[in-house]
């Protein structure tokens, strides 16, 4: 990574997208303060509560989906727990342990969680990766409410073109190492809508925009 | 459990045929043992001896434990203090037993400060040895989502850190309760005026076998209740979660 620098507004959903090995979740690791060996300048909002969904879903399986939650944001009111977990379809899994739910379940804890401490910044490593299509586009309307019900800022990485023109306002291109940004695509449609259209007229500015690089992205 | 009752009802029968073949004097029949136990019992002597054995039992393995998970844990989250301490548990772990206890009653008397840290320092390198395992093999996933979400230091060790530690602090107790009783019957033989080791010792230079095997028994009996009645309800408990099926 060199060079790298963007900087995103409250109630902004950017998503970063690049070839494997570009450094995406280097950089959110670097934004989450787990990886200090770095040079450079991370500013935070205002109180700069985080909330991180990793790839996999990082759930303590010795305690139950409620108390995962709690146990991050002891806090939190039960109203906002509970209409949280109604959001997710979670309410029946609540005194389940983890390693009775299923990947995509588990995923949702996860998001849960994310949203239980109320964050200022909210980070996505690939929230949908191994989860088949119709599960990963129903769990990306779930977390697109959440967002709107939200708004916190929200870096989200993912190599899902879809997904990320599904979820963000604005798509940051990386370029592989050293990582730069290669193009800023700003995305009009609301988020979470699913217009076949839409997606595609987007797809083709970006291949314009990437020229050469765009065959970069698989989808 | 029935075939548990038949092995020691089997047990109990060939103890009574050995001590037809050995004679009285060196192996006394089951019975005989148990009424020397109840005579004991009635004089108050064995609950005394008993309960003073399983104070100092209590009292060493309590010290080892939380010292031990204390070294371990420190030793296996940083490379430089197990280097450092490493050396010292592989001396402390081939020093043998014996060598512990005369040493400490040389050094600090015949006081129960001595016996009871004599014990704890014979099974503190081994819940060392066994906490730092399960310090090794701490899962840093979830300790960076205990980062991120700025878990407070009490949260993270209770419901982070413990539950994976559990299994290994299960097994240094549940070694540790054993080779713990064992020592403080060595220790009380020595160097202390009560306890079963104590009463043992006197049986020994009377050649009282029916005495020994009083003794040892009731105290065999105490640590199986504390087995049943303690230690497995404990790790049930802690394996809950583990039982559900997916």
Not at chain 1, 143 to 158: G, Q
Request: charged share 20%.
């Amino acid at each position: 990574m060199d060079e790298l620098a963007f900087g995103l507004k409250s109630g902004e959903v950017a998503a970063l997208v690049g070839p494997s090995g570009c450094g995406k979740t280097t950089l959110l690791r670097i934004i989450a303060g787990l990886d200090r060996d770095f040079e450079g300048r991370v500013t935070f909002p205002s109180h700069g509560r985080l909330g991180v969904v990793f790839q996999e879903p990082r759930l303590l399986a010795w305690r139950t989906v409620e108390q995962n939650v709690r146990l991050v944001a002891p806090h939190a009111s039960d109203a906002d727990l509970a209409a949280l977990f109604e959001m997710l379809e979670l309410p029946v899994h609540r005194n389940h342990y983890p390693g009775e739910l299923s990947l995509g379940l588990a995923r949702r804890v996860a998001l849960a969680r994310a949203f239980a401490v109320n964050p200022d910044l909210l980070l996505l490593d690939e929230p949908f990766v191994s989860l088949d299509a119709e599960l990963a586009l129903r769990l990306r309307d779930q977390l697109a409410e959440l967002v709107n019900r939200r708004s916190p800022m929200t870096l989200l990485v993912s190599h899902n073109l879809d997904e990320a023109i599904g979820l963000a306002d604005r798509l940051l291109f990386l370029s592989a190492s050293p990582a730069r940004v290669l193009a800023e695509i700003p995305v009009a449609s609301p988020r979470g809508a699913h217009n076949p259209e839409k997606i595609a007229a987007l797809r083709a500015e970006i291949a314009r925009r990437l020229n050469p690089p765009a065959s970069n992205d698989r989808s | 459990m029935g075939w548990r009752l038949l092995s020691l009802g089997l047990l109990i029968a060939a103890w009574y045929a050995g001590s037809l073949f050995a004679g009285e004097r060196l192996l006394p029949a089951p019975q005989v043992v148990a009424l020397a136990m109840l005579d004991e019992a009635r004089s108050g002597a064995l609950a005394l001896n008993l309960g003073v054995t399983l104070a100092r039992v209590a009292a060493a393995f309590i010290i080892a434990m939380a010292l031990g998970s204390a070294l371990g844990l420190i030793m296996g989250r940083s490379r430089v203090s197990d280097r450092l301490g490493d050396p010292w548990l592989i001396v402390l772990l081939n020093l043998p037993a014996l060598v512990i206890i005369v040493l400490a009653y040389i050094w600090a008397g015949l006081t129960e400060t001595a016996a009871v840290s004599a014990v704890a320092l014979n099974k503190l390198p081994i819940a060392t040895v066994t906490v730092r395992e399960g310090a090794r093999s701490l899962d840093t996933a979830l300790d960076e989502m205990a980062q991120v979400f700025r878990m407070r230091a009490w949260t993270r060790i209770r419901h982070v850190m413990l539950p994976q530690l559990a299994p290994y602090l299960a097994a240094a107790a549940r070694s540790g309760l054993s080779l713990v009783w064992k020592i403080v019957l060595i220790v009380e033989l020595l160097g202390r005026p009560n306890g079963v080791g104590f009463e043992i010792g006197v049986a020994f230079q009377l050649f009282d076998v029916t005495r020994i095997l009083a003794y040892a028994l009731a105290f065999v009996a105490v640590m199986l209740a504390v087995e049943t009645l303690l230690v497995q309800p404990l790790e049930r408990h802690i394996a809950r979660w583990r039982q559900r099926p997916a």
